[in-house]
């Protein structure tokens, strides 16, 4: 059997608290574990304030625990790594630099000899249907737009795994669907881990190999899903038969009763 331990994402009961002075502490997290191989596609999902944000950040080292481990490739999570690259809802983008210049900032901060930082930057702006955009300032984009720079910028460190916390929360329905093919082709073809945070039950379902369900008050899991409706996508192209499709339907309004239970 593989130790997943090894080769993808682990968190082992995992529990946080935010202590703020003079109030009794927030548990945002309790006895959170989840297991994922390398080249899986989790999503979570569930209703505001349960957690999901705060478990991103714990994997992405931006926070500590107050118990439990996590482990990325096998190795514990004490800070942020390369190995891990964020993609935010809205990204920060540095609005003075242009796009090159953007997605090549990474490696430019560890050292990375300019030439071979601009290929690989033109590279990953090829991945995201940019290549022809590289010049062109930030304010010059359209939201999705800025979102592909954002993910440009994620894989160029070449990361095992990509944490996204809503990353199309903010764009309208058309551009939403294609961004979500963009990244199951992203996910398909770089072969990493993703993490995905969304408040969509459509786009879960449709994007996930493990489906994750969060519950507030304290936040944990209270269902686990395993998925294809991705795949199906990959082999088939077709974004809208796989949705219509009556298996997808019905995992939808499943999924959907099981958030709407977690807020009564
Ligand atoms: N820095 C902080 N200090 C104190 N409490 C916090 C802090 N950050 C988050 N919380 C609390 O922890 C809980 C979980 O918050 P978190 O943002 O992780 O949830 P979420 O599921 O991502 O919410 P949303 O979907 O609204 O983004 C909430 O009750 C929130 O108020």
């Not at 995992?14 to 959170?32: K, N, Q, T, W």
């Not at 390398?38 to 705060?54: D, H, M």
Request: aromatic share 6%; charged share 25%; with cysteine.
């Amino acid at each position: 059997m593989i130790d997943v331990g090894m080769t993808g994402l682990s968190v082992r009961h995992m529990s946080l608290e935010y202590r703020v002075a003079g109030r009794p502490p927030i548990i945002a997290l309790r006895d959170v574990s989840l297991e994922a191989e390398a080249q899986e596609f989790i999503v979570v999902l569930g209703a505001s304030g349960c957690g999901k944000t705060s478990l991103l950040n714990l994997i992405a080292g931006f926070l500590h625990p107050t118990s439990g481990e996590i482990r990325v490739g096998g190795k514990p999570v004490t800070s942020p790594g390369a190995d891990r690259g964020v993609v935010f809802q809205r990204n920060a983008l540095m609005p003075w630099l242009n796009v090159l210049h953007n997605v090549e900032l990474g490696l430019k901060l560890t050292g990375v000899p300019r030439d071979a930082r601009r290929e690989i930057a033109r590279r990953n702006l090829a991945l995201v249907g940019l290549a022809d955009f590289a010049c062109s300032p930030i304010y010059e984009l359209s939201g999705g737009m800025q979102q592909r720079v954002g993910l440009a910028r994620a894989l160029t460190c070449d990361p095992v795994m990509m944490l996204m916390d809503e990353p199309l929360g903010a764009l309208d329905e058309f551009t939403r669907e294609e961004m979500q093919v963009l990244i199951l082709d992203l996910w398909a073809r770089s072969h990493k881990l993703i993490f995905m945070i969304t408040h969509s039950v459509e786009e879960a379902v449709f994007m996930a190999t493990q489906l994750i369900v969060m519950s507030p008050r304290p936040g944990r899991i209270v269902q686990q899903f395993r998925l294809d409706f991705g795949r199906t996508y990959l082999e088939t192209r077709d974004a809208r038969a796989v949705k219509s499709s009556t298996e997808f339907i019905e995992m939808r309004e499943n999924v959907l009763d099981i958030v709407r239970a977690t807020t009564r």
